[in-house]
């Protein structure tokens, strides 16, 4: 027993949690405030129980309050979801990561045919595929459906030979797991990942939704977006799964658990092991087998975020520290801004890069040209030495104004304006015997067209 006035060390650790959970709470407060964000939350894992701060609004025109049990929507980190569901099958040997994809999906249809034969799973988790990042107008019931609408989607590059995030990929591997689970993607997300982990704070489907508490999506003004929208066919990419930050930093503590049951540590490894390297740097460093890979000033980081009209989501994890950080908001535009305030109060370290010290771009003429992707086209031009981009909307022909991109290292620059919402990410162009084939915004590749 402790000695008269000596404090139990259980009491110590529950008071320091509770100034830890109290500090968070100011800085989030903080942070969301000086960023204009409606409603947001953030969680910890430190080896215990989820540290949990919720701040701000769920809905402004009905003025309900953001608690820790709101549901928002993530966006992309559900990509993170599907991957963990591919290693599930893999587990069981239901796929194997370097088969074609064609086996398991012979109505797979690219606009190259040469490459929807070879495209594997290990390609579709590494974001190596070479698929278009596809089109946001989905009206489909389920992945499987989704992907009629590919057939006609142009390759970036061949599987294996570049990187390039890709919404489609995503699909591919949703469609992957309704095939060979006999479920809808939703189902086999409850069964195999939520249960087993104990998460019931979540949501994919409309049904779902009137037994929680939703937070809609705000813009930057503070208005409520219009509709808000669980679009099922893309809904492994990242278009319907709703959750909280507590069940999303859960859901991240399995790979610093061996697994946590739901993978073996096999696979759980598996996933943490880079397989590309990006061009551009400050979205990511490499792309693992769902997860990225960053550097935190000399500390490693694996994650995943995301953001559509409904929300925005940060899960980062630190197998070092054995630290799981995890950050939603309502407020898309200024999510992972909020988000990267979170991790350096949490982590102590931010990552680093190079600034751009010029405007003037040695050579320039290797990255002149135009480049295509399904919904945009980027023309890159110079004069006096300074590169400029301009960004062409393909379904509506509307252009943007021309930005200059400023040099930082090697073939990446920087936006003078930036181009990626709020996140700040860099553009890049991968050349080849001296001439740009392609360009990255900051996660997105266009390919080189003349």
């Known amino acids: 027993m402790p000695k008269v006035g000596e404090r139990r060390p259980d009491l110590d650790r529950a008071d320091a949690e509770r100034r830890d959970s109290i500090a968070m709470e100011d800085m989030l407060t903080e942070a969301a405030r000086r960023l204009g964000v409606t409603g947001a939350q953030a969680a910890v894992i430190a080896g215990g129980e989820p540290r949990v701060a919720a701040v701000g609004t769920a809905n402004a025109e009905l003025g309900i309050p953001m608690d820790p049990r709101t549901l928002i929507q993530i966006g992309s980190t559900a990509k993170l979801h599907t991957a963990v569901l591919v290693m599930t099958l893999v587990d069981e040997g239901?796929?194997?990561?370097?088969?074609?994809?064609?086996?398991?999906?012979?109505?797979?249809?690219?606009?190259?045919?040469?490459?929807a034969r070879s495209v594997?799973?290990?390609?579709?988790?590494?974001?190596?595929?070479?698929?278009?990042?596809?089109?946001?107008?989905?009206?489909?019931?389920?992945?499987?459906?989704?992907l009629s609408t590919f057939a006609d989607l142009d390759m970036l590059f061949a599987p294996g030979d570049g990187y390039s995030y890709s919404n489609a990929s995503t699909v591919v591997s949703g469609a992957l797991v309704a095939r060979m689970t006999g479920l809808s993607w939703d189902e086999a997300l409850r069964r195999r990942v939520f249960e087993p982990l104990g998460l019931r704070d979540r949501a994919t489907l409309w049904e779902e939704l009137p037994y929680h508490r939703i937070a809609v999506g705000h813009a930057p003004?503070?208005?409520?977006?219009?509709?808000?929208?669980?679009?099922?066919?893309?809904?492994?990419?990242?278009?319907?799964?709703?959750?909280t930050a507590a069940d999303l930093a859960?859901?991240?503590?399995?790979?610093?658990?061996?697994?946590?049951?739901?993978?073996s540590p096999g696979a759980c490894a598996a996933m943490q092991v880079p397989q590309v390297a990006l061009p551009t740097r400050r979205f990511a460093d490499e792309w693992c087998l769902g997860p990225y890979r960053r550097d935190f000033s000399g500390l490693?980081?694996?994650?995943?975020?995301?953001?559509?009209?409904?929300?925005?989501?940060?899960?980062?994890?630190?197998?070092?520290?054995?630290?799981?950080?995890?950050?939603?908001?309502?407020?898309?535009?200024?999510?992972?801004?909020?988000?990267?305030?979170?991790?350096?109060?949490?982590?102590?370290?931010?990552?680093?890069?190079?600034?751009?010290?010029?405007?003037?771009?040695?050579?320039?003429g290797r990255y002149e040209g135009r480049y295509a992707a399904c919904d945009l086209r980027y023309d890159v031009t110079s004069a006096d030495g300074v590169l400029t981009v301009t960004l062409e909307e393909a379904a509506t022909?509307?252009?943007?104004?021309?930005?200059?991109?400023?040099?930082?290292?090697?073939?990446?620059?920087?936006?003078?304006?930036?181009?990626?919402?709020?996140?700040?990410?860099?553009?890049?162009?991968?050349?080849?015997?001296?001439?740009?084939?392609?360009?990255?915004?900051?996660?997105?590749?266009?390919?080189?067209?003349?």
């Open 300 to 364: 490693e980081v694996f994650g995943h975020s995301g953001t559509n009209l409904g929300g925005s989501s940060t899960l980062l994890w630190s197998p070092s520290t054995g630290t799981v950080v995890a950050v939603v908001c309502n407020t898309p535009h200024a999510g992972y801004p909020l988000a990267a305030e979170v991790a350096a109060h949490v982590l102590g370290s931010v990552p680093e890069d190079v600034e751009p010290v010029t405007r003037q771009t040695a050579d320039p």
């Open 120 to 146: 594997t799973p290990r390609h579709l988790l590494s974001m190596t595929s070479g698929i278009d990042n596809g089109r946001y107008d989905d009206d489909h019931d389920d992945p499987l459906g989704y």
């Open 397 to 450: 022909g509307r252009s943007s104004p021309p930005v200059a991109l400023l040099p930082l290292d090697g073939d990446r620059f920087l936006p003078e304006v930036d181009l990626s919402g709020g996140r700040g990410w860099d553009l890049a162009f991968v050349v080849e015997d001296g001439s740009a084939v392609r360009l990255v915004s900051g996660a997105f590749a266009a390919r080189r067209v003349r």
């Open 250 to 263: 859960r859901f991240g503590e399995l790979f610093l658990r061996d697994g946590g049951g739901v993978l």
């Open 94 to 115: 239901l796929v194997d990561l370097d088969a074609p994809v064609r086996r398991y999906l012979p109505e797979l249809r690219l606009a190259d045919e040469e490459a």
């Open 221 to 243: 003004d503070g208005s409520v977006v219009r509709p808000w929208a669980l679009a099922r066919g893309s809904g492994p990419a990242g278009s319907t799964l709703c959750s």
